[in-house]
């Protein structure tokens, strides 16, 4: 694999440093080939292949031109961040051939535990948002004159950008009408969630005809000016919302959600295992919100497309009245 650092030498060293200010300048990236090559393969699956080729290719061996360099550094960021958060905790111990030992220099002191569970978790943030930086990156990649090799066409015709725009949440603003997350990368994590309400919660209730049509218009950008085709339409996306973020709970890191969602405590003591719980089950009750919310949204949609009563005119309005019998029949 193709990584984008230097492996040999220093340079990559200083290309590691330059991203990552909080580390030592020592850190020599031989060490970190193995983890550099997992960051890449995850970044690989989400920006697909033909966007990672794009990137060596215009890294070349180092020498990046001027009109590259925010491109290069918006994938190699991540990467780098990943690869780091993934070696940190085996170089929090010497390994020995005494077995594993705390380093403690004179100068240095052993980090408390719990200081290095929410460096771990500002990590994890920090990876996530630079992430987020690298979509909204591409897909704001356009230029006046696109052809089959430029960086937004690539992207753009890749499967990691087709998987939302496909469904009726095709943008982040389409999302934050009905719920704030504010992050493309929370919305591709979240798309099988939305495929999955469309196909199994949706198409039965209005059926694949009207689905389908509904979703093309969206798609080929066709002026919808029904009323009720509207009201469909807004209706589906906040069931999807509300199916999506349901079913993400139990599902996704914490640290992808939007502050407030979800409450993490961090214990001040100095062991992992002295973590506090949460007092509550909020990741189960935040779920149950979120699964009340579609089944309000779903009786809504069911009472716009349930057909209208129909009233039998030739029934007569009085009673028919049998004579000679004692009871009257309706």
């Known amino acids: 694999m193709k990584l984008?650092?230097?492996?040999?030498?220093t340079t990559g060293s200083t290309e590691l440093k330059s991203l990552l200010g909080s580390i030592d300048a020592d850190l020599k990236i031989q060490n970190l080939i193995p983890d550099l090559i997992t960051a890449t393969n995850d970044v690989i699956d989400l920006v697909g292949e033909e966007v990672y080729k794009k990137a060596t290719d215009l890294y070349g061996n180092g020498t990046i031109a001027d009109e590259n360099k925010d491109f290069i550094f918006a994938i190699r960021y991540p990467i780098a961040?990943?690869?780091?958060?993934?070696?940190?905790?085996?170089?929090?111990?010497?390994?020995?051939?005494?077995?594993?030992?705390?380093?403690?220099?004179?100068?240095?002191?052993?980090?408390?535990?719990?200081?290095?569970d929410r460096d771990?978790?500002?990590?994890?943030?920090?990876?996530?948002?630079?992430?987020?930086?690298?979509?909204?990156?591409?897909?704001?990649?356009?230029?006046?004159?696109?052809?089959?090799?430029t960086l937004y066409t690539i992207w753009t015709t890749s499967e990691a950008f087709k998987a939302t725009h496909n469904l009726f949440i095709r943008t982040v603003a389409d999302f934050d009408q009905h719920f704030t997350i504010n992050s493309r990368l929370l919305l591709i994590k979240l798309a099988p969630a939305i495929w999955d309400c469309e196909q199994y919660k949706i198409r039965p209730l209005i059926g694949t005809e009207k689905l389908t049509a509904l979703k093309q218009a969206l798609k080929s950008g066709t002026e919808i000016t029904e009323a009720k085709d509207l009201e469909l339409i807004r209706l589906i996306q906040k069931a999807s919302v509300s199916y999506a973020l349901a079913w993400a709970m139990p599902r996704l890191s914490v640290q992808l959600y939007p502050e407030g969602v979800l409450q993490h405590v961090t214990s001040d003591r100095a062991t992992t295992r002295g973590a506090k719980p949460t007092l509550k089950n909020e990741t189960q009750e935040a779920r149950q919100a979120f699964e009340s919310d579609f089944d309000r949204v779903i009786l809504e949609i069911e009472r716009l497309v349930?057909?209208?009563?129909?009233?039998?005119?030739?029934?007569?309005?009085?009673?028919?009245?049998?004579?000679?019998?004692?009871f009257m029949s309706l």
């Open 81 to 116: 961040v990943n690869a780091y958060r993934l070696i940190a905790p085996s170089n929090d111990l010497a390994h020995t051939n005494n077995g594993r030992k705390m380093r403690h220099d004179d100068n240095e002191k052993q980090a408390f535990e719990w200081m290095i």
């Open 4 to 9: 984008l650092f230097q492996t040999t030498g």
């Open 120 to 149: 771990n978790a500002a990590l994890e943030r920090r990876y996530y948002r630079a992430l987020d930086d690298l979509i909204k990156f591409l897909d704001r990649s356009k230029v006046d004159a696109e052809t089959s090799t």
């Open 306 to 326: 349930a057909p209208a009563p129909t009233i039998d005119e030739c029934q007569p309005i009085n009673p028919e009245i049998i004579y000679g019998d004692k």
